[in-house]
């Protein structure tokens, strides 16, 4: 399966160098990508309001439910650096519920590809999600 990950051109960078190694999404109800990521799916790398500039190939998944306060502070001493997320980060993640952890493996630029996403959702999965935004 493939995937769409929303985020900031920072954030890509920091994946593409080494600097983040797993990407996290928090949630407060079970939302993709929450039980739809497998170990070597591919995940595109999108930038808000941009293109599709990388992927990574997921090398390993953990996925977190029942959520408290103190589950979250200690997925963040765990995982932080790994994560390494903006100051803030997990304090905004507080109410969450649902966290998907996603190791990445063999991140790549590719060419810069315009999509036709339309919708908020900042993280979509498909079969194929060049066929499905229809590059």
Do not use: C, Q
């Not at 929303?6 to 593409?16: A, P, R, S």
């Not at 939302?31 to 930038?47: A, C, E, M, Q």
Request: aromatic letters at 10%.
């Amino acid at each position: 399966m493939e995937h769409l990950a929303i985020m900031d051109k920072e954030t890509i960078e920091k994946i593409m160098n080494g600097e983040k190694l797993i990407e996290s999404r928090f949630s407060k109800h079970m939302i993709t990508p929450f039980r739809r990521v497998s170990v070597g799916d591919t995940v595109y790398l999108k930038v808000s309001s941009g293109d599709i500039l990388a992927t990574f190939e997921v090398g390993k998944v953990i996925y977190l439910e029942g959520l408290t306060r103190e589950k979250i502070n200690d997925v963040s001493l765990r995982y932080g650096n790994l994560i390494n997320a903006p100051i803030g980060y997990f304090d905004r993640k507080m109410g969450s519920s649902f966290g998907t952890l996603m190791y990445v493996k063999n991140p790549k630029w590719i060419l810069p590809t315009k999509i036709s996403k339309k919708g908020r959702a900042a993280f979509v999965s498909a079969e194929s999600i060049l066929k499905k935004f229809e590059v």
